[in-house]
């Protein structure tokens, strides 16, 4: 078997083993401290380390902080063992080296008197970029020196990472803090723009390393073993990953794709059965199946590139199957149980209130499982267990469909899509094509999706106004399978 080495026995590759995190460097251990010292150690390290903002006459002469500045910064960063000090030290940063507001005031102030005032438009210009300049704040510059360092962007990624993940344990909040993460976020957009990514495929002669980071990413549908990875790189599939061209080789962002002769309505039919050969016969091959996206660097979140990964490995396909015509995506819908099971509690506080179920959906779920209907039915939702009563798969099958419909299609956020993965490819400018009964009878796929997916249908020549109309107007493009059972739900529920 060739990209694994000579040292890997047959026995290191069943079951798949993902190592642990890895161990941070040793370094300073805060919490061993008093609080005051830890806290003067951390705004001692920031004062030496992040540049001062040089006067606006003086910014392109002023030389560059000593490169042992910022690796100072993330040596002692790297020392921090847990995400409590980390969050804590970036908190610092955030509240105590942004922008300087006085000088924010200062420069508007002047703006606003050259506008009232009949001046070269020059003179406008140049006070226009002072203010521009001020808004700036000092952290940026810190991050930017960061970057030119060996391995300083992917340094700054991680950190993003530990942003996300301090911001989401509440470690750290407030509004200095998401004005750091978007700076953040905004360079990183630039480094990672898609002139500086290289496509990259994945297929089972690829190195070790690879396989590994493809399979640990794999956020959708976790790989089991090391034959379920191989078939997932095998005859009728495709892998492909984005990489920078600093770190060629490093995972990005991973993109599975299934050939196939139909749009896929199941996805344990791609995730677990075996192809119909070991060779490929290009005409069975019509259609190309989007099935899993997954982010493998978390500090990336929100960078666009899943819409670049996608649209380039469409020209790829179309570049090996000139023939190849259909392209859709069979997609999950987290969020669509918790969403059904927040309806169902609200209903169960009013004892005989029904806005979900015709009666006569009613009275057939109410045979199977007893009363009270909304309480039984959270219980059997929540755990998949509802999947063992055929009387029950049937007698749900027409209103979770009719709801899930809904969910998709006319719940809302901010006037759009309120499921992320509806969102993205609706941006994209996809078709909301085909909702699909019992497409995944996995544990994860009951108890976030009810078992249910949908396939986001590309049809090449209409995504751009697609997404035109949808990004500027929010309207959704569906079928008339979707939009018939949204129909359904405005007429039968009462929501």
Known sequence: MRGFGPGLTARCLFPLRFPPRPVRPPGPR????????????????????????????????????????????????????????????????AQGFGVDHGQVAEQSAGVLQLRQQPREPAVLLQAEDRLRYALV??????????????????????????LLEAQALKLVEGPHVREMNGVLKGMLSEWFSSGFLNLERVTWHSPCEVLQKVSESEA??????????????GPYRRCYFFSHCSTPGEPLIVLHVALTNDISNNIQAIVKEYPPSETEEKNRITAAIFYSISLAQQGLQGVELGTFLIKRVVKELQKEFPH??????????????????????TQAKEQGRNELFTDSEYKEITEVTGSPVHETLKGFLSSGEWMKSEKLVQALQTPLMRLCAW???????????????????????A???????????????????????????????ETAPNSIAYLGSKNIKASEQILSLVAQFQKNSKL
């Open 30 to 93: 805060l919490s061993s401290g008093p609080v005051a010292a830890a806290t003067r150690a951390m705004d001692e390290l920031l004062r030496r380390a992040v540049p001062q903002t040089p006067a606006y006459e003086l910014r392109e002469k002023t030389p560059a902080p000593a490169e042992g500045q910022c690796a100072d910064f993330v040596s002692f960063y790297d020392g921090l063992a847990e995400v409590g000090q980390r969050a804590e030290l970036l908190g610092r940063l």
């Open 137 to 162: 704040p000092r952290y940026r510059g810190l991050f930017h020196h960061i970057s030119k360092l060996d391995g300083g962007v992917r340094f700054l990624v991680q950190l993003r990472a530990d």
């Open 220 to 233: 959708v549908h976790p790989v089991k073993n090391w034959m379920d990875m191989k078939r997932r790189v």
């Open 324 to 345: 190849l015509g259909v392209f859709s995506s069979l997609s999950p819908i987290p969020g669509f149980t918790k969403w059904l099971l927040g309806l169902l509690t």
């Open 407 to 429: 969910y998709l299609y006319g719940e809302k956020h901010r006037g759009y899509a309120l499921n992320p993965v509806a969102n993205f490819h609706l941006q994209n400018g």
């Open 431 to 461: 078709v909301m094509w085909r909702i699909n009964w019992l497409a995944d009878s996995s544990l994860k796929g009951l108890t976030s999706s009810c078992g249910l997916m949908v396939n986001y249908r590309y049809y090449l020549e």
